[in-house]
């Protein structure tokens, strides 16, 4: 269950000039923020623990340090992983996403300065329009956030329902053995079909989808303070070196660094 939360120390007065909102959390291992939108551009920053972040045909795993813009009317979920310490920034739709260099969901990578700016809002609550220093620190967030570096921590998602059982059952259980004629005869498609499906609606083939899923899974086990080893097994990979060397080829650093 969630346990903190930040309470708002504003006016109904600023109402019409706030220019960014902020909301701090912490939640522990396994709570699930169900379905739902804003009306307001959002960003999810997790100072601690991880994240998995669903919406429409995509999924993102949001380990620490990182942070996920999630446009305005977007449905998305969220399922944290450890303890996990949320700062939110909300931005009014009005300000154009372009504005940010940001049009959809995807995962940034969070500098110090844009961390720094993003706990400062969290600490004034929100950013008022007429205030000169408010704004001059709006300036800096959009600028940082529309420079910071994007990272490859996102799944797509297939759209044929017979390929998304089939995509949803391995979310469930990444270390799964089970083949793809295995998954092909429980789900009622044939596994031909399922490779063109997959192929067709995420751009990786089956086996390639399926690593990424256990790839992206290994993050989660690392946030919560597990070892590469274990990561490793979880990942269903026998040796830890080989790994590494997949870790570091999907995601540019090794599990220890990252």
Known sequence: MS??????????????????RSWASGCSSGYVIDPHKHAWHQLVYACTGAMTVYGDRWSWMIPPGKAVFVPAECMHSIRMWGNVAVRSLYFPASLEA???NLRECRVLSVTPLLRELILR???????????PSHKSLLDMLLIEMSIAPVVPLMLPLPTDSRAM?????????????????????????????????????TGLSFGLWRQKVRLLDSIRVLAEEKS???????????????????????????????
């Open 165 to 201: 059982a089939v995509a949803l059952h391995v979310l469930a259980c990444p270390s799964g053995t089970e083949t793809l004629y295995d998954l092909s005869r429980r789900y009622g498609a044939g596994r031909r079909t399922l490779e063109r499906l997959f192929s067709l609606q």
């Open 121 to 131: 809002v969290v600490e004034w609550a929100a950013l008022d329009s007429r205030n």
């Open 3 to 20: 346990l903190s939360r930040q309470k708002a120390r504003l006016t109904i007065e600023q109402e019409p000039f706030l220019v960014v």
């Open 228 to 258: 590469v080893t274990e990561a490793a097994l979880s990942a269903g990979y026998a040796s830890v070196s080989a790994f590494i060397a997949a870790f570091k080829h999907t995601f540019g650093c090794t599990p220890k660094r990252f």
């Open 98 to 100: 372009a504005m940010l």
